[in-house]
């Protein structure tokens, strides 16, 4: 072999090996369209947003297919779910592309394999595990694991498999109590929705309750919570031996309370410093945040309720499938929340928190048609698309919300508009074309 072929094959060993080193070339989101009249399909992209895959189906029995028509169950009941015929309206209800429909699990209906392939999965399920998911933040663990709460019970699960109706058990992946939450320090039979949160680096987790199903709330700090032992052979373990005696608690009056969604459902971010952010939701009238500052003395000082204001909107009483979602960056340093503007789901009101020090931005889309979707991109991303009418333009339309960029250049607690690309800044290609509201989904443990 002479010299130059030698040199050559060296080169292209080494570029095989940073391409598969580099996380950011596994897949990462799809594009998604579920004709009731046409073809189904997705179309698979890295966090590079190169195409990787793309994957087409038969639709002409509102179902999934293939060309030896077989089908699936789930999609066969609960293709509603998850199609892309419309966009959210007053009486659009079931229809897949809605603001609340995915979150840091994934989608309420469908999944997506690495190579395009669609999951079904039972939006009853799927919106349990979407309304119970908590935050985990600095998770050096395993980020393809999740932490859930529903009212006494606390679990650790795959983020891919949707959590049952009771979180009873799912295969080793599973950790429960139903005494350490329950019934003791403040705690009584009052539901608690996903309100949990875990800083791994500071390994503190922060617990929120209503304590009288009205504008009452009690804070639940733990400290020295060691990490979960993924190798445990009983995860209920790590919840019954965190200590009590590191465990405080502070009271506070919530800036409005008055349903199930409010009362009982928020997404909570303990802070490398200390602060901790509660971002809730009160159905038809705001998107709430509420940030607390250490005192020095096993106290806090709340801030001022950070509301933006919102029309019509549902939340979790009204199903399990609306209400107040959230993402976590790769990097697991950056937090953004949203939920709908208008009815089942349209238009978004945004805050994006950084962990290390509790500082926010926030977004408003104040409208009553496309919803929105997120995933995280590379390592402290987000896109961001709105699911607009394919009829309108080829592709779909997209932003990309650039964390660190946001926070060098906006003050805290300030509106980071001017920072966000307008949507058709990056354009995506979908399955179908003409009448079709694509969405985008995580690939689960694709980063």
């Known amino acids: 072999m002479d010299i130059l072929s030698y040199n050559a094959i060296q080169q292209l060993d080494r570029h095989m090996a940073r391409d598969l080193l580099d996380p950011w070339k596994k897949p990462a989101f799809a594009v998604v369209s579920m004709q009731s009249s046409s073809y189904w399909g997705t179309v698979v992209y ?25 089908t699936t169950e789930f999609f066969n009941n609960f293709y509603d779910w998850a199609r892309t015929d419309s966009t959210p309206s007053t009486t659009a209800s079931t229809y897949g592309n809605h603001t609340s429909k995915c ?4 989608h309420v209906a469908v999944g997506v394999g690495p190579d395009g392939t669609m999951i079904g999965r039972s939006p009853n399920a799927g919106g349990v595990a979407l309304r119970n998911v908590g935050v985990w933040v600095n998770n050096r ?9 529903e009212n006494q019970y606390a679990a650790i699960s795959t983020r891919a498999v949707a959590m049952n109706y009771t979180m009873s058990y799912e295969g080793n992946h599973i950790a429960w109590t139903n005494s350490k939450f329950y019934n003791q320090n403040g705690y009584g039979t009052r539901n608690k929705w996903g309100m949990i949160g875990y800083n ?7 617990i929120n309750e209503n304590l009288a199903a009205n504008t009452s709330m ?23 031996n965190i200590d009590e005696a590191n465990h405080t608690t502070f009271d506070w009056t919530a800036n409005n309370a008055g349903n199930n969604e409010s009362y009982y459902r928020g997404v909570i971010v303990p802070c ?39 029309t019509t909107a549902y939340g979790a009483e009204q199903g399990t499938q609306y209400g107040v979602r959230f993402q976590i960056s790769n990097d ?20 994006l928190i950084r962990v290390t020090d509790g500082q926010y931005a926030f977004l408003q889309h104040q409208d009553s048609g496309p919803g929105r979707s997120f995933v995280p991109i590379r390592e402290n991303g987000f896109l961001m698309t709105q699911s607009s009418n394919s009829d309108s333009g080829n592709g779909m339309h997209a932003s990309m919300i650039d964390s660190a960029l946001i926070f060098r250049d906006i003050a805290d607690m300030g509106n980071m508009s ?30």
């Open 46 to 70: 890295n966090h590079y947003l190169q195409e990787m895959a793309r994957k087409n189906y038969m639709s002409d029995t509102y179902h999934q297919e293939t060309t030896s028509n077989d």
């Open 141 to 149: 663990t395993n980020r393809n694991l999740a932490l859930f709460m």
């Open 103 to 106: 979150g840091h699990i994934g």
């Open 218 to 240: 009690r804070l639940h700090i733990y400290t020295d919570v060691d990490p979960i032992n993924t190798d445990s052979d009983d995860r209920r373990n790590w919840f019954d």
């Open 418 to 447: 001017s920072k966000v690309p307008s949507f058709g800044n990056q354009l995506f290609d979908s399955a179908y074309h003409s009448t079709n509201y694509p969405y985008i989904v995580p690939i689960l443990g694709g980063s």
């Open 200 to 206: 791994e680096k500071t390994r503190t987790m922060v």
């Open 332 to 351: 697991g340093k950056y937090v953004i929340t949203y939920q709908p503007y208008y009815y089942y789901g349209a238009g978004a009101e945004i805050f």
């Open 272 to 310: 490398d410093d200390g602060k901790i952010i509660v971002v809730r939701m009160a159905p038809s009238s705001y998107a709430m945040l509420d940030r607390f500052t250490p005192d020095g003395a096993e106290s806090f000082t709340k801030e001022s309720t950070h509301t933006l204001s919102t």
